[in-house]
């Protein structure tokens, strides 16, 4: 089995980001690992999640502010038992669920976390991105095979959004199932948002099946969707000569 794809994991990194406190998620990310469209997706999942944040109980507010103090100082224990307190205090939610399993999967405590992801998928099957946290926990505890399916079902869920075939194509990937991961790519090509960092995994994929020509391609794509993505310019430098 090839090494899991960096798509995968910059991918799983921004289901993560979305999550966590802004503070936190600015010190996580490097500047130039993703790209527009991708920030934007971050962007708007971020300000649905404060909107929804603002909507909770002042109690259920208060503790939530203890959290992001517990996250920012490293002091897990405290942030998983104030976690399990927001969710006795108000079971319904999904993004608490989805906290909890972050925090889980963030001390690599993967069989939790996913439990909890479902009970987040559970509440709310329209959040796209607790699919991702699910397929992340799942490729990082090596179940590529769930993570998958998990992909698979977030791709039939929202078949129009490109994030989601991306992650396919990175598991697919992951599995060597490259014809099946560039089929992958091309639906995720095919979708929204349009994005620079899609065209580039696909040209990395094509680089290593040794089509140097078509992953050419793929990174100039990329640099018409976005001419100022560093990732595509050093990937289409690195390719020899013509």
């Not at 094509?206 to 100039?220: E, K, Q, S, T, Y």
Request: hydrophobic share 50%; net charge neutral.
């Amino acid at each position: 089995m090839s090494r899991l794809p960096r798509a995968l994991a910059r991918l799983i990194l921004s289901a993560l980001l979305a999550c966590l406190p802004a503070s936190f998620a600015a010190r996580a990310q490097g500047a130039d690992e993703f790209d527009q469209a991708y920030q934007a997706e971050l962007r708007t999942e971020s300000d649905a999640l404060r909107a929804r944040v603002a909507r909770l109980s002042p109690a259920v507010q208060a503790q939530n502010k203890q959290v992001a103090q517990a996250i920012l100082a490293g002091d897990w224990p405290v942030a998983e038992r104030l976690g399990a307190d927001m969710a006795r205090l108000d079971p319904a939610n999904a993004d608490i669920r989805h906290f909890q399993g972050r925090l889980l999967a963030l001390q690599k405590r993967y069989a939790p976390a996913i439990e909890k992801f479902d009970e987040a998928i559970a509440l709310d099957a329209g959040n796209r991105w607790f699919l991702v946290s699910k397929a992340g926990a799942q490729a990082d505890a090596g179940d590529l095979a769930g993570a998958l399916r998990s992909a698979q079902t977030l791709c039939e869920r929202f078949p129009d959004w490109s994030i989601g075939h991306n992650l396919r194509a990175a598991l697919l990937d992951g599995l060597d199932r490259a014809p099946e991961a560039l089929a992958a790519y091309e639906r995720a090509i095919a979708a929204n948002p349009a994005s620079a960092q899609i065209r580039v995994n696909q040209g990395m994929l094509l680089r290593r099946l040794g089509r140097l020509a078509d992953a050419r391609d793929a990174f100039d794509a990329a640099l018409r969707l976005q001419p100022d993505y560093a990732r595509a310019q050093a990937e289409l430098d690195s390719l020899p000569a013509r």
